[in-house]
């Protein structure tokens, strides 16, 4: 493929002209400078910004033992922590895959996720029960929802972000889990503030224009379910009645898996957490997350979601580039044939008058 491809010269200019770096702002942005960012699609972080929240003192095991006691959380349970991932089988077929979900007493919950924290630290996670990982995950607006008791320690929205996108948030998410949980490479429809309270958040960043490296391609659905009634362990089933869903099936660490002849032109940027820092995540970059725990075996985080604006170009130019993809994956290359000997021979037979 020469680099005159249309598809190759995107990416490559896009690279040459924005830097594979998050920005570090020194304060919170105000809202017209979170405008510029958005309008940009560009990502920043801010050190520290959310230092003085009530949730960043006040999070620790016992408090939110004490403020969640007895509360029924839904709790994410997959056998490798790869929640909403990618599983290949044996033959090579691909299977988007949910987690199994139950409820469990908040406090059960969070003395499971650090037990296995400790089991992993001292060696024994070969265990049985600890081959289960669990993550609190489910992304539905859960901190005014099932974790209510803790949304007082939080804001109600982020101002700059409220004041320049001219809208409240459409859903505030609590996280919470270990190192065994990782959420695979994909995209979001909103413009995303980020908050690490406990522990560590690593992410690995791509812009919406790397979209042809990723091979994003409509895969069936799958859910794990456990192997038997009595099992601690799951096994993936697919959804007969579910439609396939496109996802991203290349993952930036193992570039040579399932690549694209476009892959290896993406540059990813990597970005990880600390308590008290705030992320800007903008819509429609592609991301994959990790997590390191605190000193109490457990990470958490707060999110805010923003609707992305469908007005204006950039939906309608990341739609295109999709669509161009698609069909650039879809295209039939054929060998090459040196018909040169069979040319001679036409060109030297008589002609017929």
């Known amino acids: 493929m020469s680099l005159e491809h249309p598809i ?41 910004a959310a230092w003085d929240w009530p949730a960043v003192h006040a999070w620790d095991a016992a408090y939110l033992t004490q403020t969640m006691l007895g509360q029924l959380v839904n709790v994410a349970c997959t056998p490798k922590g790869n929640a909403d991932a990618i599983v290949e089988d044996e033959l090579g077929g691909l299977m988007y895959v949910e987690p199994y979900e139950t409820s469990e007493a908040f406090e059960d919950f969070l003395k499971y996720v650090q037990e296995d924290t400790s089991l992993l630290q001292t060696g024994r996670s070969d265990t049985p029960a600890a081959r289960t990982v669990k993550y609190a995950q489910t992304q539905n607006d859960n901190l005014r929802g099932e974790y209510s008791n803790l949304f007082a320690d939080v804001p109600p929205d982020i101002s700059y972000a409220t004041l320049a996108l001219e809208q409240e948030p459409d859903a505030i998410n609590f996280w919470l889990g270990n190192e065994r949980s990782t959420t695979s490479l994909h995209k979001d429809n909103y413009e995303n503030i980020y908050v690490q309270v406990r522990g560590q958040k ?14 994003e391609k409509p895969v069936a659905c799958g859910r794990y379910q456990p192997s038997s009634e009595t099992s601690l362990e799951f096994e993936p089933r697919l959804q007969a009645d579910a439609e396939p869903v496109p996802v991203p099936t290349w993952d930036p660490d193992e570039p040579q898996t399932r690549a694209t002849e476009f892959s290896s032109l993406s540059k990813p940027t990597r970005i990880s957490l600390n308590e008290g820092d705030m992320f800007y995540l903008p819509a429609m970059w592609y991301h994959k997350v990790s997590q390191s725990p605190g000193p109490e075996g457990f990470s958490c985080s707060v999110n805010y979601w923003y609707d992305m604006s469908f007005d204006g170009v950039f939906w309608a130019q990341n739609a295109f580039l999709r669509d161009v993809s698609n069909a650039q994956a879809r295209k ?11 040319a001679e021979h036409e060109s030297d037979a008589p002609s017929i008058s």
Request: proline share 9%.
């Open 8 to 48: 190759q010269q995107l990416i490559h200019t896009y690279h040459e002209l924005n830097v594979s770096a998050v920005d570090e702002l020194h304060r919170v942005p105000s809202a017209l400078e979170f405008s510029r960012f958005v309008r940009k699609n560009r990502p920043f972080v801010v050190r520290n």
């Open 202 to 215: 690593h992410f690995v960043l791509l812009p919406p224009v790397d979209m042809p490296c990723v091979n």
């Open 332 to 342: 039939v290359v054929y060998p090459a044939f040196n018909f040169g000997d069979e």
